[in-house]
Antibody
Framework: QVQLVESGGGLVKPGGSLRLSCAAS????????MSWIRQAPGKGLEWVSY????????YYADSVKGRFTISRDNAKNSLYLQMNSLRAEDTAVYYC????????????????WGQGTLVTVSS | SYELTQPLSVSVALGQTARITCGGN??????VHWYQQKPGQAPVLVIY???NRPSGIPERFSGSNSGNTATLTISRAQAGDEADYYC????????FGGGTKLTVL
């Protein structure tokens, strides 16, 4: 069965950095686009970034562009999110999710999600 | 920028039908996906492409999309359906609605 397990969250000071990881199993990781989605405490879902199966195509939300970097290691079945210049508003649970495109469209959805890892940015 | 509007809360009596809406300008021209999130848990996909159910999702969950409103319908509501529900579309990037809390009375 598909499993996504995030790690690397924690408490960090404003301006600091953190690297999140997502270990994937139960499917051929290298065949799928992957994404990070976050949820601030008590708030809704916000898409953060996605990366293509090969890693050659990457998109970011405007709110994180220039500060966050998504990457993957298909040999290790792992997805990463390097977060720099962190702000209080980046405080959230970060989920990794498998992304599925609808055929012949740019529309996509997220069919499997990990349990998330909490990032708290506070002094 | 495109916006999705969901009611903050919806209540339904046990065994009755709940309808959760997701409003957006001409949303009927877009593909809408729905997620269920129970407290302390990750979201789960319940409907994709307006009205398709992933394997393992009960037939009680259905979806429709037309005009300016997409609707998630939950028939014969159960206590276990209590959760937050989010709609999602793509419009130059992925967008989520604000979420609707479903209460089963």
């Amino acid at each position: 069965q598909v499993q996504l397990v995030e790690s690397g969250g924690g408490l960090v000071k404003p301006g600091g950095s953190l690297r999140l990881s997502c270990a994937a199993s139960g499917f051929t990781f290298s065949d799928y686009y992957m994404s990070w989605i976050r949820q601030a405490p008590g708030k809704g879902l916000e898409w953060v970034s996605y990366i293509s199966s090969s890693g050659s195509t990457i998109y970011y939300a405007d709110s994180v562009k220039g500060r966050f970097t998504i990457s993957r290691d298909n040999a290790k079945n792992s997805l990463y999110l390097q977060m720099n210049s962190l702000r209080a508003e980046d405080t959230a649970v970060y989920y990794c999710a498998r992304l599925r495109f609808l055929e012949w469209t740019l529309s996509y959805y997220f069919d499997y999600w990990g349990q998330g890892t909490l990032v708290t940015v506070s002094s | 920028s495109y916006e999705l509007t969901q009611p903050l809360s919806v209540s339904v009596a046990l065994g009755q039908t709940a309808r959760i809406t997701c409003g957006g300008n001409n949303i009927g021209s877009k593909n809408v996906h729905w997620y269920q999130q129970k407290p302390g848990q990750a979201p789960v996909l319940v409907i994709y492409r307006d009205s398709n159910r992933p394997s393992g999702i009960p037939e009680r969950f259905s979806g429709s999309n037309s005009g300016n409103t997409a609707t998630l319908t939950i028939s014969r509501a159960q206590a276990g359906d209590e959760a937050d529900y989010y709609c999602q579309v793509w419009d130059s990037s992925s967008l989520f609605g604000g979420g609707t809390k479903l209460t089963v009375l």
